[in-house]
């Protein structure tokens, strides 16, 4: 059974950094592309960052320079460190999993609220 965990959420001051983990289990992490999505209420869910096996990272332009994703294949976990927080920054972080193009794994997600 697979599972994506998503834990690190929580309520923030503007400026502020949170750190997201996500623990996998039941798949062969290493192998799987994983990355970061996120919801606002009313929205579409969004594109974060990813971080494929290969480990070159990919960001959307929103969070460049204020985000980092990482991951430890030892710990099958994937990290979204987040910095500088915005208000426009709230919502539901969701964790992915994906291999080729039928294996796709969504967390269960974890709420950021950044406000004053």
């Known amino acids: 059974q697979v599972q994506l965990v998503e834990s690190g959420g929580g309520l923030v001051q503007p400026g502020g950094s949170l750190r997201l983990s996500c623990v996998a289990s039941?798949?062969?992490?290493?192998?799987?592309?994983m990355g970061w999505y996120r919801q606002a209420p009313g929205k579409q869910r969004e594109l974060v960052a990813t971080i494929p096996s290969g480990r070159s990272t990919n960001y959307a332009d929103s969070v460049k320079g204020r985000f980092t994703i990482s991951r430890d294949n030892a710990k099958n976990t994937v990290y979204l460190q987040m910095n500088s927080l915005k208000p426009e920054d709230t919502a539901v972080y969701y964790c992915?999993?994906?291999?080729?193009?039928?294996?796709?794994?969504w967390g269960q997600g974890t709420q950021v609220t950044v406000s004053s």
């Open positions: 039941g798949i062969t992490f290493s192998m799987y592309n």
């Open positions: 992915n999993a994906v291999l080729g193009r039928n294996l796709d794994y």
